[in-house]
């Protein structure tokens, strides 16, 4: 396998997992946490990454990014699954986006509508994992690709 093919598989590994998570989300219905969305981000980027390999051909050398950022989500995942199975803490911090320019009573109604996602409880598990442990695990797979891909002589 060469060097680009490593690459372009990698990234669309982590479009897949993209895709797999916002069909939980969109499809079955599962909200993601907060801890959700922070391993969504290093998948976006390794995507990108992998569509500037395969259109620079040269830039192989940006597979190192690709790398670092499934290994982000890894990590991610990692302590998303530390949460989960309560060997630690999560965030005590929640999200909701800008609100800036909404009035108090947009805002009192967008915070009632929204739904209580807690990081520490698993929406879905398989083979006794939860997507976070899922997630870690593929990471680590495409990890290995997009290190493959950064040390394999042209």
């Not at 109604?109 to 442990?133: H, K, R, T």
């Amino acid at each position: 396998m060469s060097r680009i093919q490593a690459s372009v598989l990698a990234a669309l590994g982590s479009l897949a997992l993209l895709l797999g998570a916002y069909g939980f989300q969109y499809i079955g219905g599962l909200a993601p946490c907060h801890l959700c969305w922070l391993q969504r981000y290093p998948h976006m980027a390794a995507v990108a990454v992998g569509a500037l390999v395969l259109a620079f051909r040269r830039w192989v050398f940006l597979a190192w990014a690709g790398a670092v950022a499934a290994l982000t989500t890894a990590g991610y995942g990692a302590y998303h699954t530390g949460v989960e199975r309560h060997w630690w803490l999560g965030p005590s911090t929640c999200t909701s986006g800008d609100v800036g320019a909404l009035s108090a009573k947009d805002l009192l109604a967008q915070i009632q509508a929204a739904p209580v996602v807690q990081c520490d409880a698993v929406a879905w598990e398989m083979w006794g994992l939860s997507m976070a442990s899922w997630n870690m695990l593929a990471s680590l797979a495409l990890a290995g690709l997009w290190i493959y891909a950064a040390t394999r002589r042209a």
